[in-house]
């Protein structure tokens, strides 16, 4: 009996395997449905109900999974081929296939929606590791085909890796709402938390903790590492602190990396020096935006590299290892609304892009050396 039961799921898992491909030609049809920041706040704190949340995850999450899912399609074959790549669209596919199994499960149902939860969580652990993974994907291929790349094939890879990593944050922004308000337990330290969102988030303690992080690690790395230099504006109020409705992890983790960057680059620009130059960070709200502005005096970046800072092939640093509360200012008020892409046309045409010749001279990697010309002379 046991046999012909495995026998059975394999079966099962095959014909589901099989229908993969349409399901994701439909739901990538349907555009996404882009949710402000307001809406996540209004939906956890005054209208939170399980059952509305579940019937709308349940059609959103295929949605947004299929359209990036045709995109990962359309990558160049000897980047789609890559272990790493392969193994990030497996998990894609897993997630997909496990969510369209509530597609007709009764809402009403507690068990339902209570297995619901547990199938979120997961898919969100099965993809904590889809940055890294995706990034050893690209590694193998510059490995492999990084001398016979063009410039078309680069555009179409970062114009990919740009959409991806959006669609990545969102789905797990939906996941992390509907669980954290529904499965999970109010943090006693942060109890203006609604889901994953802060409605008082304090910017200037999300800074302190990224660059103790940061520090930690540079000084178990360099011995030693840069101090912090802050200062705060606050345009609306000068004698109250900086609070905003964010992500307290979304902005940790930039300023984590940015952090990261400024003491490395600090340190290795004065490796001779007996003291280090301070990391300063000017924190300033305005009465619509919130600004964050780090410096450092780690040398600067070439110009003729300028270009080439924000490609996600290019790179300067070693490869790594493999009730009611009042709410702070929403920083981008009602207009902070999700840009999410959508497969259509217009995406297409991009990864069909040729471009033509450069009508400018491209330059060489690296400053000729002229002292080369003069003794040939």
Same mark, same amino acid.
Do not use: C, M, W
């Given at each position: 009996m046991t046999g012909s039961m495995k026998t059975v799921r394999f079966l099962m898992k095959n014909a589901a395997l099989a229908n993969v491909p349409k399901h994701i030609e439909h739901f990538s049809k349907f555009s996404p449905s882009p949710l402000s920041m307001k809406q996540f706040l209004d939906f956890g704190s005054t209208n939170a109900c399980e059952r509305t949340s579940f019937v709308f995850l349940r059609q959103e999450l295929p949605v947004r999974l299929s359209n990036i899912m045709k995109e990962i399609n359309l990558l160049p074959d000897c980047l $789609?081929?890559? %272990?790493?790549?392969?193994?990030v669209q497996s998990w894609y596919i897993q997630s997909l296939m496990e969510i369209l199994?509530?597609?007709?499960?009764?809402p009403d149902d507690q068990s339902v929606l209570e297995t619901f939860v547990e199938t979120l969580e997961v898919i969100r652990n099965r993809h904590n590791d889809v940055v890294p993974t995706m990034a050893q994907g690209v590694i193998e291929y510059k490995d492999s085909f990084g001398q016979q790349d063009d410039p078309a094939t680069s555009q179409n890879i970062h114009y990919f890796l740009d959409r991806f990593y959006t669609s990545r944050i969102s789905i797990r922004m939906l996941i992390n709402q509907h669980s954290l308000i529904f499965a999970g337990n109010t943090n006693p330290a942060h109890p203006n938390t609604i889901g994953c969102i802060d409605s008082m988030c304090d910017v200037t303690e999300v800074v302190r903790d990224a660059y103790e992080s940061a520090r930690m690690l540079c000084e178990q790395y360099y011995l030693g590492s840069p101090e912090l230099e802050l200062r705060e504006m606050n345009a609306n109020n000068i004698r109250e602190p900086i609070q905003i409705s964010y992500i307290p992890s979304h902005l940790y983790h930039m300023l984590f990396e940015l952090f990261k960057n400024a003491m490395r680059a600090t340190i290795e620009n004065?490796?001779?020096?007996?003291?280090? %130059? %301070? *990391?300063k960070v000017i924190i300033a709200l305005g009465g619509e935006d919130l600004s964050i502005k780090m410096s450092? =005096?780690?040398?600067?970046?070439? &110009? =003729?590299? *300028?270009e080439r800072l924000f490609s996600y092939m290019y790179s300067t640093a070693p490869r790594p290892s493999t009730g009611h509360?009042?709410?702070? %200012?929403?920083?981008?008020?009602?207009?902070?609304?999700?840009? &999410?892409?959508?497969?259509?046309?217009?995406? $297409?045409?991009?990864?069909?892009?040729?471009?033509e010749a450069d009508d400018w001279c491209i330059p060489s990697k690296e400053p000729l050396d002229l002292a080369i010309y003069r003794s040939a002379k």
């Open positions: $789609l081929a890559t %272990p790493s790549v392969q193994l199994e509530f597609l007709g499960k009764n004065h490796e001779a020096s007996r003291t280090l %130059p %301070p *990391i450092d =005096r780690g040398g600067g970046v070439p &110009l =003729r590299k *300028i509360h009042q709410r702070a %200012p929403l920083v981008l008020s009602t207009e902070s609304v999700e840009r &999410l892409p959508v497969f259509n046309q217009t995406a $297409l045409r991009h990864y069909k892009l040729n471009l």
